[in-house]
């Protein structure tokens, strides 16, 4: 195959709780949030009433400056709060859904004869223009921007991540309708990659009108931003969009059915999860509805923190929370609230894990670990150096653009590859660590200092 | 162990903020977090994370730093029986030189530390864990007859001047450990130089066997006198700073730093390639056999402090070249500037402390050029692209 890369650098981090090909239970929606914080640089103006009556597709808000961007509610139902925070700060928009699903239907131009204002609007106006991320930044794209090229990655290589080729077996006319959607959009092409052990038996190797690129090695080599960067890298002044394969599914019912429909397999992973499986939900649920797949039986009676999303990126919005719009995977962990004598000097530690060899863990390559959240140290200056190009499977020096960021130079950080990387493809530097710095939050922090400055 | 926590968890209030004892928060900390793994919890980004630290790293490398430690405290006391010819068997030398050695140690960490808390309780931060290294590392390479208050006075000297002017571990620029031996020799030459100082109770004069010279290997190189053997040198007995004698010894810490990985093994193997190639050339060139560029290159590696710098001195990752390729050139440079030193230098029979010190200055320089490259590759990628 010419468009096969391998990679080498990376983790694979052997956490517990991995999710078995099976679906145990239809999640009823009950209360279901749409949070705009889920979407990078989305400044929400509110389109509706506390107790307004809503279908699956209305939409519930747009953004201030571009008012053609909407995000919409991905159950039908009636309003129940607007959920506010400091500065009255909008966070979320709750909604208690009805028994069953109404859709809003969309009078959608069929595909061979539209054009591409009336597909972007389509996009725009039913909620799905918002899932799209453009690199640099990861924010969303204006409506007429003109990417390179769109990217698409075709497995998840997170820890504990759901599998692709179950979650989107009957998926795949929708896949392809998708793709050509987007293949309207820019001139450059829709690019796939996918996991090159995984590629033959994978039904997503069928699509057509994609390029197909495979990708082998640890994480993060389903990121897509590391896909890109051997791709066709972004270098300053181009732009490329990414979206993920639920949104691409999206797109292909807006635009076969004209319905906006979000439902989806969620994977329940996790050390604290119990009987780690799938199952159907839209994004937006409810953590409590998932009580019954917490694992009680932990030694010290720990807390359970709920990510939605994986261990390294996700959002950790405890059990009143709410799953995330880009999240089809939730993790369950134990809160690791405890003190553990001499734990640093202990020579063994079987439990732990360690990229280092200063534990023994790299003995046992096949066993799986229930870490929890203990920082497993105190925050430092940063002293070791090397660490993070390890776990970093492209041509950039992290740790020079992390201080670059600190030092808030924007020359260096456009030098370094600011424009290249989103939070997630810096999240392992973060997992590996030894001064336990918040790679994830400096790296947000330069993207916000780029985007003001350079606006 | 419980009954210690309860105990901790009582007493804590007093040390918090805003409690009695308030100002000693930072002192409080320290000793919680070294007797316990704090209860922290990840806040943002990563929800879990590696069980690696600072402390677990810095303890590798005092791990590492023992064989060669207690082969210090054992040559202390045989290089003593060797000059006074007293008839000593094992434990009495070795105890001998533990009697020497510990209140040098004693010292380093009672001066070092007591610096680092009170910096660290002025600033407000968590006492940081790298000095528990430079603490140990700084009795290794120094004489063994140093009066105590010179050492103490260079370990303030490093650890003020060296480290915390410039914000504490991770921000300085040199080695602090070579700062303190820099400071010695510059402020007590006759104390750290000369044939009396590298074994115990020379200088004192006390009796001394017709025919034993304390003069170290470099010494009669840069003399001209004949040298230990190559075996005698790699085993380290022969007269020496106390933990850098023995290439063996290090050899076994080497071992341990490039397995666990905490040490670049880039560095070490880089810094003996300099040695070895500058050593060579040297040998090419030299005029006539009883030259100093005569003498084998290999045998650069076993003398003085050469080995200790390229394994415990070099590899300081805060104050070397921070890039890979980076870390390639700044090891070379070292072994070929550490020669040089010594060989064309009378005045520095011991050129490893000035060459690292030396490299530590222009690492930043090095990673530089190093990134610079990056950069450059990175824009040509664009313009190829278009």
Avoid at chain 1, 22 to 46: M, Q, Y
Avoid at chain 1, 180 to 199: Q, R
Avoid at chain 2, 49 to 74: C, E, H, N, Q, W
Avoid at chain 2, 119 to 143: C, K, S, W
Wanted: hydrophobic letters at 45%.
């Amino acid at each position: 195959m010419s468009n096969h890369i391998r990679l080498r650098k990376g983790l694979n981090i052997p956490l517990k709780g991995e999710a078995q090909p099976k679906i145990t239970k239809t999640i009823s929606p009950g209360i279901v949030a749409v949070k705009p914080t889920d979407f990078k640089a989305f400044n929400p103006r509110l389109l509706i009433k506390e107790g307004e009556e809503v279908k699956a597709g209305t939409p519930l808000l747009a953004d201030k400056k571009r008012a053609d961007i909407k995000l919409c509610s991905p159950v039908s139902g009636k309003v129940k709060e607007i959920v506010r925070g400091d500065k009255r700060k909008l966070l979320a928009v709750t909604i208690e859904a009805t028994d069953t699903n109404e859709y809003q239907s969309n009078e959608i131009p069929p595909l061979h004869s539209a054009s591409k204002e009336q597909i972007v609007q389509a996009l725009a106006q039913n909620g799905l223009w918002a899932a799209i991320k453009q690199r640099p930044y990861g924010t969303i794209p204006d409506l007429d921007s003109k990417p390179k090229a769109i990217f698409v990655s075709g497995f998840d290589s997170a820890p504990l991540a759901p599998d692709y080729e179950f979650t989107l077996k009957g998926e795949i006319a929708n896949i392809q309708l998708g793709i050509e959607v987007l293949g309207k959009l820019t001139a450059g092409g829709v690019h796939i990659s996918l996991h090159a052990s995984k590629y033959a038996g994978s039904p997503l190797h069928r699509v057509e009108k994609a390029i197909i690129h495979t990708f082998d090695g640890p994480h993060p080599a389903g990121n897509v931003g590391v896909q890109i960067h051997h791709i066709s890298p972004v270098n300053k002044g181009e732009t490329v969009w990414t979206i993920d394969m639920y949104s691409l599914v999206a797109i292909g019912k807006l635009f076969s059915k004209g319905i906006f429909d979000l439902e989806r397999l969620v994977a329940i992973t996790g050390p604290r999860a119990q009987n780690p499986s799938y199952v159907k939900a839209v994004p937006g649920i409810c953590m409590s509805q998932l009580k019954e797949y917490v694992n009680k039986e932990s030694k010290e009676d720990l807390a359970v923190r709920y990510v939605s999303g994986n261990a390294l990126t996700g959002d950790n919005v405890s059990e009143s929370g709410h799953l995330g719009f880009f999240h089809n995977q939730v993790t369950l962990l134990s809160e690791g609230k405890y003190h553990e004598l001499f734990g640093w000097i202990k020579p063994m530690r079987l439990k732990k894990f360690s990229l280092s060899r200063s534990y023994f863990s790299w003995l046992f390559s096949k066993k799986k670990y229930a870490l929890d959240t203990n920082l497993n140290g105190g925050e430092r200056a940063l002293v070791m150096t090397g660490v993070y190009e390890k776990v970093t499977p492209m041509d950039i020096y992290p740790m020079h653009l992390i201080k670059a960021i600190l030092a808030g130079d924007i020359d260096k950080m456009e030098a370094l590859g600011i424009y290249e990387v989103i939070e997630e493809d810096l999240a392992l530097c973060e997992f590996v660590c030894p001064s336990k710095t918040e790679i994830q939050e400096i790296v947000s922090q330069g993207i916000d200092l780029m985007i003001k400055e350079m606006s | 162990m419980k009954a210690l926590r309860n105990l901790v968890d009582n007493i804590k209030p007093t040390f918090s903020k805003g409690g009695k004892l308030g100002f000693l928060h930072s002192t409080f900390d320290a000793f919680e977090t070294f007797l316990f793994v704090p209860d922290t919890v990840t806040a943002k980004g990563t929800h879990i994370r590696d069980s690696i630290d600072l402390k677990r790293t810095m303890t590798m490398v005092i791990i590492a730093l023992m064989p060669a430690l207690l082969f210090g405290m054992y040559n202390v006391g045989y290089q003593h029986s060797l000059s006074t010819g007293a008839e000593m068997n094992f434990m009495s030398t070795f105890f001998y030189g533990f009697w020497k050695v510990l209140p040098m140690v004693i010292v380093s960490y009672g001066v070092g530390l007591g610096i680092e808390f009170a910096a660290a309780q002025i600033r407000g931060h968590e006492v940081n864990e790298g000095y528990l290294v430079t603490g140990m590392l700084i009795p290794l390479i120094m004489p063994v007859d140093l009066p105590l208050w010179m050492l103490a006075l260079s370990v303030a000297f490093s650890v003020i001047i060296g480290k915390e002017v410039f914000g504490g571990t991770g921000m300085n620029i040199w080695n602090p450990a070579l700062i303190a031996r820099a400071f010695a020799f510059f402020a007590y030459p006759s104390y750290m130089s000369g044939d009396k100082v590298w074994v115990a109770g020379l200088g004192k004069g006390e009796a001394i066997v017709d025919g034993f010279s304390g003069a170290t290997p470099l010494a009669n190189a840069q003399a001209g006198l004949g040298l230990p053997s190559f075996q005698d040198m790699f085993l380290g007995i022969i007269p020496g700073s106390v933990g850098e004698t023995s290439a063996l010894a290090i050899l076994i810490g080497a071992a341990l730093l490039i397995y666990t990985g905490i040490a670049s093994w880039k560095i070490m193997v880089s810094t003996v390639a300099g040695a070895l190639l500058t050593g060579l050339l040297l040998n090419a060139l030299a005029p006539s056999a009883e030259s100093y560029l005569a003498i084998p290159a290999w045998y650069h590696l076993v003398m003085g402090g050469f080995a200790f710098g390229a394994v415990f001195m070099a590899t300081d990752p805060v104050t070397g070249a921070q890039t890979e390729r980076g870390k390639w050139i700044y090891g070379f440079l070292i072994g070929l500037l550490a020669v040089t030193i010594r060989v064309f230098n009378p005045g520095y029979p011991e050129g490893m402390m000035l060459a690292i010190l030396l490299m530590n200055t222009f690492a930043p320089l090095i990673d530089h050029m190093v990134v610079q490259k990056n950069i450059k590759r990175r824009l040509k990628r664009a313009a190829v692209k278009n």
